[in-house]
């Protein structure tokens, strides 16, 4: 059973605490799967149940039992968008996961530094909408290696199932799960709903977050901006898509030119994200 989620619940609750039996009763229910040790895992909710795609926070924390719970949903491989400085730095590498190969897929490759940071972050006043926008359009521009791994993926083994995760499973995840969904042909509301889930999902691990941010959270001019950029709203996603094409052109365009994709390949994996 899915359960229908009212999204206006979660307007101006970026930090906030959420109601703790809403948040169970929707992480209880497709398209959320409970896999031990990871947050905000859910399944892509694309037309075709063929397969299952999965999309996560970061999974360094993933138990034994977590392990099996991927094998059962027939993961074969996971796909991990962070950099090795940023596993390091919060020491969160990724545990053997036995037969499930683990791939390195950095979708943000230029690094900043304390005071590039915290001058980006500042973008993130106001609605936030501009912070997103220029940290997505980041994203698209590194990402296209990454996210062509992916693709490449979906078309070469189209009888196994998939994983991709950043650290919360918000933006660089957020990013690939747009592209996907786009090129399954979802409209701009459900592609928009898929990743405002997101403030649900990473509830559970709301305190382990806001630490990150805990440095800025002390500076005043500093709060809003934070507050902004641990959000996932649902008008951010509209936005984001009106960027894409603005920018970009169709998402057969991008997949073309920043994926290295053929118009064979988009034929072939738009057909088994459908079939």
């Known amino acids: 059973m899915t359960v229908p989620v009212d999204l206006t619940h979660f307007e101006g609750t970026e930090l906030g605490a959420l109601d703790k039996t809403l948040v169970k009763q929707t992480l209880s229910n497709p398209p959320f799967v409970h ?75 230029v690094e900043k530094n304390d005071g590039q940071f915290k001058e980006a972050l500042l973008r993130f006043a106001g609605d936030g909408i501009v912070g997103f926008l220029e940290l997505y359009t980041d994203i698209l521009d590194q990402g296209g290696p990454a996210f062509k791994l992916i693709f490449e993926q979906l078309r070469d ?24 969904l786009s090129l399954a042909g979802l409209d701009d509301d459900a592609i928009a709903k898929d990743y405002a889930l997101t403030r649900i999902g990473i509830e559970p691990a709301r305190e382990m977050i806001l630490m990150r941010f805990k440095d800025t959270l002390q500076a005043p001019e500093y709060i809003t901006p934070s507050i902004n950029a641990f959000g996932s709203r649902y008008e951010t996603m509209l936005a984001t898509l009106e960027m894409f094409r603005n920018k970009y052109g169709s998402i057969e365009e991008y997949l073309k030119t920043r994926c290295e994709l053929s118009d064979g390949d988009l034929e072939t994996i738009k057909a088994l994200l459908t079939a």
Do not use: W
């Open 35 to 109: 896999i031990e040790g990871i947050i905000n895992s859910r399944v892509l909710p694309l037309p075709s149940t063929r397969r299952r795609i999965i999309r996560s926070g970061e999974i360094s924390r993933i138990t034994g039992k977590g392990v099996d719970q991927l094998k059962d949903l027939g993961v074969t491989r996971v796909f991990d968008f962070r950099t090795e400085v940023e596993i390091n730095k919060y020491k969160t590498a990724t545990p053997q996961l036995g037969d499930i190969e683990v791939v390195s897929a950095p979708a943000l490759i």
């Open 157 to 180: 083994k189209p009888d196994e199932g998939c994983l991709f995760h950043c650290t919360a499973g918000k933006d660089r995840t957020g990013v690939a799960a747009m592209l996907i």
